[in-house]
């Protein structure tokens, strides 16, 4: 057993090569090479010319020929075992990223490196960060792998800036695990949450896309809008696109369910479209659940719906097919007022108190509506009126129908109010 001598050269530190097979050359897979010992070490050389070396003191080393370089208080390499440990602030360099961490084993037969212990992987491009209590970097190395792949479990975090934007405010994500491939694709499972000052999202599991700006929650997916965009969209499947750091779009798949402080939608499909983490329209359609829009006033079933929210501030809302609109303020006793067509075109205003109310109700193509009427009575009881035409227009003031005006071929029935007994 002896000591392995720090050789100076020229003012350099030569180099002490632990694995240098004309296997790894060919496969371009690392070789290690020790640019600096800051103390002592020592060299065992086992049987059949295997080697194992223990150095301390401050360690610096590279991969020969690679920009790839590693460093720690002190390094045991195992010839036989293709495999080199670092023990003690650890730091590992590769192309694009940085990792640190209290101990690390490189496996060189397969170019993986295990972290563990307080690890932090950053990106040195984007100055996204990956912090958690263990992760396996797998370096992207000819014939071996063609793209770099890391593992983290025990609920690590990323911090996710998009790419030219690290100046901006971050994604912080969460789950249980999480694998990438590559600089662009991640998965992440087990209570994923991705939480922004401006949104808070989770799931049981999460796909993202950074190239293509795409992503998906999977199972039991939720996003909500915070402080002043508040809003809450749910599915057991949500798709996502982003333009750099900025939600564009979402779409909730499977039992959907929309809502803000103006309206609630529920559909087997609803699309957001967002701009400046606020609402700036909506669409819904589905067959097994049709959508149904309700606001403080009415609710509106249809085969499919459009709604239009400039800055999340409602304006109009379209109704497509055996559309109906029903409301919600009717006394309990009286059948609730009504409106229906083809197409029905719902127009909002700011209420009294600052909130959106109904401001005209349009019904076109084969137009229906039933609504109450109370007069002098002395009964206290409604009649109704039934209208039909190509349109009708219900407009409104005070949250009360004001005015209806039935257009084309109209026809209709009064009936009395019900006498008191």
Not at 116 to 130: A, I
Not at 291 to 314: F, G, H
Not at 331 to 359: C, M, P, Y
């Amino acid at each position: 057993m002896a000591s392995v001598p720090r050789y100076v050269i020229c003012g350099a530190v030569a180099a002490t090569v632990l694995t240098g097979n004309l296997q790894a050359i060919q496969a371009n897979t690392c070789q290690v090479i020790m640019d600096h010992v800051g103390g002592s070490g020592q060299q065992i050389e086992l049987s059949g010319g295997r080697l194992r070396y223990h150095l301390g003191g401050g360690v610096r080393a590279h991969c020969l020929g690679e920009l790839t370089r590693m460093e720690s208080d002190s390094v045991a390499g195992y010839s036989d075992l293709q495999r080199v440990d670092f023990f003690r602030n650890v730091v590992f360099v590769d192309t694009n990223v940085t990792l640190t961490s209290d101990r690390a084993i490189y496996y060189l037969d397969d170019e993986r490196l295990h972290a563990f212990g307080n690890v932090v992987l950053t990106n040195m491009v984007t100055g996204s960060t990956l912090s958690g209590p263990n992760l396996t970097y797998s370096r992207a190395v000819r014939g071996i792998r063609d793209s770099v792949e890391i593992f983290a479990t025990g609920r690590p975090t990323v911090e996710y800036h998009a790419a030219g934007e690290s100046s901006s405010e971050p994604y912080l994500i969460e789950g249980d695990r999480i694998r990438f491939e590559g600089n662009s694709k991640v998965w992440m499972g087990g209570a994923v949450e991705i939480t922004r000052s401006d949104l808070h999202a989770r799931s049981d599991s999460a796909f993202l896309d950074i190239e293509a700006s795409e992503g998906e929650l999977i199972g039991n997916a939720v996003v909500r809008g915070r402080d002043s965009s508040s809003y809450r969209l749910s599915s057991k499947t949500l798709r996502y696109r982003f333009g750099g750091s900025e939600l564009e779009w979402i779409q909730a798949r499977d039992s959907a369910h929309a809502e803000s402080s103006d309206w609630v939608v529920d559909a087997d499909t609803i699309e957001l479209a967002m701009d400046g983490g606020l609402i700036q329209s909506a669409v819904a359609w589905g067959d097994s659940l049709l959508p149904v829009a309700s606001s403080a006033e009415y609710t509106i079933t249809s085969d499919s719906l459009e709604i239009d929210s400039p800055d999340q501030v409602l304006e109009e809302l379209r109704a497509f097919g055996h559309a109906i609109a029903r409301s919600v303020s009717a006394q309990d006793s009286v059948e609730a007022d009504w409106i229906a067509g083809d197409t029905l075109i719902v127009t909002f205003k700011s209420g009294v108190t600052g909130n959106r109310v109904i401001d005209a109700l349009d019904a076109q193509g084969e137009a229906r509506a039933l609504y109450a009427v109370y007069g002098q009575d002395t009964s206290g009881n409604p009649g109704f009126n039934y209208s039909r035409g190509d349109r009708i227009v219900a407009r409104f003031a005070e949250g009360e129908i004001d005015r209806i005006d039935v257009f084309g071929e109209a026809d209709g029935v009064y009936l009395e109010p019900q006498s008191a007994r």
